[in-house]
């Protein structure tokens, strides 16, 4: 097997294999029964798994936190412009 390939189902867990079945469970239920609904869900998650982004994927919905990285403290005297 490619190296590529290997890196890339080591990252898979056991999430992602299950959301993926159930995408492919609806694009089964989109050819029983032919839900627009079965599709678009089915595509939907098949997709997010696959490219491991959305609320699925390991980062989940959160947004990420940024640092401030500089820090003031209460005594240091702030200087404001007047701009024109």
Do not use: H
Not at 57 to 79: H, L, M
């Amino acid at each position: 097997m490619n190296d590529k390939i290997k890196e890339y189902l080591s990252l898979w867990t056991i999430k992602r294999f299950l959301q993926l079945l159930f995408g492919l469970y609806f694009f089964w239920e989109y050819t029983k029964e032919s839900s627009v609904f079965a599709l678009v869900i089915g595509a939907l998650m098949t997709y997010q798994a696959v490219m491991n982004v959305g609320c699925f994927s390991s980062k989940g919905c959160t947004v990420p936190q940024t640092k401030n990285t500089q820090i003031y403290s209460e005594d240091e005297e702030v200087e404001f412009e007047v701009v024109e």
